[in-house]
């Protein structure tokens, strides 16, 4: 979906970092400046207590994530263009940022 819209998208395996910890991923995200997407809880929750770099979180199911981000997408753009350090959280009714939690 993102790519049909024009964004330009890797996995972390096309960045080398297929078996990297969540850790791992948040310092390339912090260096290189993309935007992590990830439906992963764990690491969603994480990145919701310390923002680091720009993640969307998905918090629905794996299988509705495509439709949930694109129904969400232009929110979500607008607001990582507003800060470095920021996670969204984007479920099938809303968006949240790492802003809104403090």
Avoid at 60 to 65: G, I, K, L, N, Q
């Amino acid at each position: 979906m993102l790519r049909q819209q024009g964004h330009e998208c890797w996995t972390a395996s096309d960045v080398g970092l297929a078996t990297a910890a969540d850790d791992e991923l948040t310092v390339w995200v912090a260096s290189h400046k993309p935007v992590l997407v990830s439906s992963d809880a764990e690491f969603g929750r994480r990145r919701k207590r310390n923002a680091t770099g720009h993640h969307v979180w998905l918090k629905c199911r794996d299988w509705d994530a495509s439709s949930v981000l694109e129904q969400h997408l232009p929110d979500v753009i607008v607001r990582l263009a507003t800060r470095t350090d920021l996670t969204v959280q984007v479920s099938p009714d809303s968006v949240s940022d790492s802003s809104d939690w403090r």
